[in-house]
């Protein structure tokens, strides 16, 4: 059988303040840099867009995990909580 489907989103951006939530300075200017069908590939994704701004202190990118927006009665079993 087949691993379910964990749909996880990559977004990314310039924030207004490293204080408090996150919060972007321009949301119009938002990186949605991909969906992933689980956390690892999601990752991947993170960890080289994050890797490729670590120059700017105010920029960050975020793994959402749209399984759990989309379903949120699943477990969420094999998946990594960060």
């Known amino acids: 059988m087949a691993d379910k489907q964990l749909l996880h989103l ?3 951006g310039e924030l207004k303040s ?3 939530a996150p919060e972007f300075k321009d949301p119009s ?3 949605l840099v991909g969906a992933y069908s689980g956390y690892e ?3 991947l994704a993170w960890r080289a867009k994050a ?3 670590v ?3 105010l920029m ?3 793994i959402i995990h749209a399984h759990r927006l989309l379903d949120p009665e699943l477990d969420g079993e094999g998946d ?3």
């Open 18 to 20: 490293l204080q408090g």
């Open 41 to 43: 590939p999601a990752l």
């Open 55 to 57: 120059d700017n202190a």
């Open 60 to 62: 960050r990118y975020f």
């Open 80 to 82: 990594h909580k960060h």
């Open 10 to 12: 990559v977004i990314g």
């Open 51 to 53: 890797q490729a701004t």
């Open 29 to 31: 200017k938002v990186d």
